[in-house]
């Protein structure tokens, strides 16, 4: 039976997150810096350099932890949606405005490939908001 | 009027009762909760960005000559046991081994390039230790202050400029090219031949860039430049002098491989810079 298209387009998002934050994941174990401007105020190096870039004093990248995220969101959407999409989306979505935080106001610059990761959240939650992402 | 208002009924089927019928009610509409989450996405940005313009040091205007002096007479005479009890502190070592042809000198002498920007804030962080570490073997005359960009990450970074700037050393050659100054106007432009060891030991043309007579070299700050934000050079210098200060740990941590990179090229000379056991284990450890 075909997913509702809610469910679909939400998991094909999540798929596209898990996309995103391997390859910023490899990159950083590779010690690479991705493509993306290297000065002004759209810096990746800067942001994926700072210490922020990892978990504490763990060496473990952030994006590792959006690997994580995705691959649960992509596990919940296979189901119909209900206060779990919301509630998963909404933690995403604090993550989110956390680490955007860190990058405008302690780091002072924006990395493309980290801010496709965060549009990627913001539209999981849309659509655990929309009124078939409800259940409505 | 005698006529009361009724409220509208409908007949049920079953119990054939008449109940009041519910008056339609517009609801809230589907689009509002994810356009209301969107739009306060936005506004939080907007927010941040205002916090961060607030937040923004602005560039401090450079030292006189004569105070510049004073700093940097400060930084270049701190005491050997300084070096010696930091060793490499925090610093993060970037430094390679390389092989290529000896890089030497107009005077035949080892050669350290140094190409970087003044606009660059990791230039301006990676300066400290390089002035520190070269003042070892030689000497500076001419630096003058100056701050990254206030437009880059970690604006306004309080450093030193090479441009115009001389160096002399029994022991090395320095050349230094600034290509670009805060405003990111042209300076000083490489050579050919500086601007190939460029882009065959650093491909993704990452500045600073050091060159230790093709022996090492390394790309990038040892250390974030947000440790120097919104001190001046006095405060800076200051700080250096204490060992025990996150500034010291950083940029001595720095100098002290810097030093150990231009010993490998010099044959551990001068001796009572260079064989020193903490950049003996320093030199061990660049491989």
Not at chain 1, 42 to 56: D, H, T
Not at chain 2, 16 to 39: E, I, Y
Not at chain 2, 236 to 254: C, K, T
Request: with cysteine; aromatic share 8%.
């Amino acid at each position: 039976m075909a997913l509702p298209r809610t469910q679909a387009a939400a998991i094909l998002i999540s798929v596209a997150g898990i996309a995103v934050s391997i390859y910023l994941t490899v990159l950083h174990y590779a010690g690479v810096v991705p493509a993306c401007p290297a000065s002004g105020a759209i810096n990746c190096e800067a942001v994926l350099s700072s210490r922020y870039a990892v978990l504490g004093t763990t060496g473990i990248p952030t994006s590792a932890l959006g690997i994580a995220w995705f691959a649960v969101s992509a596990a919940l959407w296979t189901r119909p949606p209900g206060r779990m999409h919301l509630a998963w989306s909404a933690a995403g979505l604090v993550a989110v405005l956390y680490l955007v935080f860190v990058e405008i106001v302690v780091v002072g610059a924006i990395c493309l490939w980290c801010t496709a990761a965060h549009a990627l959240v913001v539209a999981l939650v849309v659509l655990s908001l929309s009124p078939s992402g409800r259940g409505a | 009027m005698s006529a009361k208002r009724q409220a509208p009924v409908r007949k049920q089927a079953s119990s054939g009762r008449k109940t009041p019928m519910r008056k339609p009610v517009a609801g809230t509409p589907g689009w509002v909760a994810p356009a209301a989450v969107v739009a306060g996405v936005a506004l939080l940005v907007a927010a941040f960005l205002v916090i961060r313009w607030y937040m923004t040091p602005t560039p401090p205007p450079p030292l006189s000559s004569d105070s510049t002096a004073v700093v940097v007479n400060q930084i270049t005479t701190l005491p050997s046991s300084e070096f010696e009890s930091i060793g490499q502190g925090t610093a993060n070592n970037l430094i390679k081994p390389v092989s290529g042809t000896p890089l030497t000198g107009a005077t035949g002498k080892p050669q350290v390039l140094y190409i970087g920007a003044e606009y660059c804030p990791y230039c301006a962080a990676q300066r400290w230790a390089l002035i520190i570490a070269l003042s070892r073997f030689g000497t500076f005359a001419g630096l003058k202050t100056t701050s990254s960009s206030s437009s880059d990450v970690y604006p306004n970074t309080p450093t030193f400029t090479f441009h115009g700037a001389t160096y002399t050393s029994q022991y090395i050659d320095f050349r230094a090219v600034e290509t670009s100054d805060r405003d990111q106007n042209p300076l000083d432009t490489p050579t050919a031949a500086e601007q190939q060891l460029f882009n065959k030991y650093n491909p993704a043309g990452s500045i600073p860039f050091v060159d230790f007579g093709n022996r090492y070299s390394f790309t990038g700050a040892m250390y974030l430049p947000d440790l120097l934000s919104g001190a001046s050079w006095q405060a800076i210098a200051d700080e250096l002098r204490d060992p025990r200060s996150a500034q010291a740990q950083a940029v001595i941590g720095s100098a002290n491989l810097i030093t150990a990179a231009i010993c490998k090229t010099t044959s551990d000379q001068p001796a009572p810079v260079c064989s020193s056991a903490m950049i003996q284990g320093l030199e061990k450890k660049l491989g």
